[in-house]
């Protein structure tokens, strides 16, 4: 009873699986996800026309179907280029690249899926471009013009892979390692330039300092002289008179009294009978 059993299940499984693999190679369903296209192959020729996102109906044991991603992809490498000034320089950087959704299924016939562009095309491409870039500028030229640089290699990649079906998006992260020894040069040579500023903001504050004093010494001598010129005998008259009147103001009422030898300076003696 219990072989029965078990024969009779194995038997069911067996069916089973078959049913399974039947269905799966003559399924005619495809379904393409968001963010790819099927690039459909006959007899390992490739159709031109790639699948949209979507459910698709293929011809079974006969078409098969490759999906291909076209969304955004990111490459990063580094290698080694020399300057115009002969500096050996490492260069890394990123960019940021994907498929042509229209031009996939050529992209597949001559080169393969996203993996194989990115190793086959994009890599050999990146390091073409950056040394024939980094060619054209001295060492200190590419970390001064780094946005400069980075632009021209940009649209050097972009021409170069344009006809392979790839879409450049941006190239981020460019960076340059340089030798010990230029390192040090470059420093010293940046703390020098900033020494040089430091010292001419510092000649430009003197020299308006001293021009801010000079024009003030000036507006001071124009005043004296102008006051100079209003003296008149007039108004040293109306001088003393005011400090006149104001020493009246300021008496309280007592005479002075007279000390020492000489005709005193006021004689106050009464007349006699008095």
Known sequence: MNRSLVSWVAKIAAILVGVYLVFTLINP??????????????????????????????????????????????????????????????????????????????????????YAVAARVIEPAAQEATKAIAAQYTAEELVTKRTEVSGKIRDALEARLKRHGVIVDSLAAVNYDFSAVFDKAIEAKVEAEQKKLTAERDLERIRVEAEQALAKARGEAESLKAKRLEITPDLLRLKQLENESEAIRKWDGKLPQYTGAGTPFVQLTPPAGR
């Not at 000034?85 to 960019?95: E, K, R, Y």
């Open 29 to 114: 369903i495809r379904i393409v996800q968001s963010g790819t296209r099927g690039v459909i192959t006959t007899f390992g020729k490739v159709d031109p026309e790639p699948l949209g996102e979507g459910i698709h109906f293929v011809v079974p044991l006969v078409n098969r179907v490759h999906m291909i991603d076209v969304r955004l992809q990111k490459s990063e490498g580094k290698g080694v280029a020399a300057s115009r000034d002969l500096q050996q320089v490492s260069v890394s950087a990123a960019l940021n690249w994907r498929l042509d959704p229209a031009l996939v299924a050529q992209t597949y016939q001559a080169i393969g899926n996203e």
